[in-house]
């Protein structure tokens, strides 16, 4: 990856969907701009509209080449859970209209790549996203998570380019 990328990670929420904006040159990591879209609405159909509307405006506004979005995990809550799904189906949808596939990735995977084990709490997963892109102006928990979900995207993509250019360099 010789050239820049600008990376939008994407924590989906009902209630409030964080994104994080980052740009990957190389090694080189910086933050673009973050933020948590707070959903407008009491029925769940004006919820996720405001959500899409609101993504859909910080995509345009931000212009990313790829975009991660965090897995949900299944808990004791089913109908909660399938609640969640709906909002990340819209954070995987706005990307996908602006024809950016979308990396998916465990909680776990993420606080791994970031903090480096993979039980970390908010708090550590904040303060790893703030040494890793010093001098960010965090937004929130919710907007942390999706600079970690961008930083972790960043990583995966920079290891499938190495190996990429390793496969070449041995044929």
Same mark, same amino acid.
């Given at each position: 990856?010789?050239?820049?990328?600008? &990376?939008?990670?994407?924590?989906?929420?009902?209630?409030?969907?964080?994104?994080?904006?980052?740009?990957?040159?190389?090694?080189?990591?910086?933050?673009?701009?973050?933020?948590?879209?707070?959903?407008?609405?009491?029925?769940?159909?004006?919820?996720?509209?405001?959500? @899409? /509307?609101?993504?859909?405006?910080?995509?345009?506004?931000?212009?990313?080449?790829?975009? #991660?979005?965090?897995?949900? @995990? &299944? *808990?004791? /809550?089913?109908?909660?859970?399938?609640?969640?799904?709906?909002?990340?189906?819209? #954070?995987?949808?706005?990307?996908?209209?602006?024809?950016?596939? &979308?990396?998916?990735?465990?909680? *776990?995977?993420?606080?791994?790549? &970031?903090?480096?084990?993979?039980? #970390? /709490?908010?708090?550590?997963?904040?303060?790893?996203?703030?040494?890793?892109?010093?001098?960010?102006?965090?937004?929130? #928990?919710?907007?942390? /998570?999706?600079?970690?979900?961008?930083?972790?995207?960043?990583?995966?993509?920079?290891?499938?380019?190495?190996?990429?250019?390793?496969?070449?360099?041995?044929?």
């Amino acid at each position: 990856m010789g050239e820049q990328m600008r &990376v939008i990670g994407i924590d989906p929420g009902l209630r409030n969907l964080g994104w994080g904006v980052i740009e990957v040159a190389g090694s080189r990591l910086s933050h673009i701009a973050n933020g948590i879209i707070h959903a407008q609405g009491d029925d769940l159909g004006t919820r996720l509209l405001s959500l @899409f /509307d609101a993504l859909t405006a910080v995509m345009a506004a931000h212009g990313p080449d790829a975009a #991660a979005v965090e897995q949900t @995990f &299944v *808990n004791k /809550d089913g109908a909660g859970t399938l609640k969640l799904g709906q909002a990340r189906g819209i #954070a995987m949808l706005v990307p996908a209209q602006a024809g950016i596939a &979308v990396g998916e990735y465990a909680p *776990n995977s993420v606080k791994k790549a &970031v903090v480096g084990v993979g039980h #970390a /709490d908010k708090t550590q997963i904040a303060h790893m996203v703030r040494h890793q892109l010093p001098g960010v102006h965090l937004a929130g #928990a919710d907007a942390a /998570d999706a600079l970690a979900i961008a930083i972790c995207h960043a990583h995966h993509l920079q290891s499938a380019g190495r190996l990429q250019a390793a496969i070449r360099g041995a044929a």
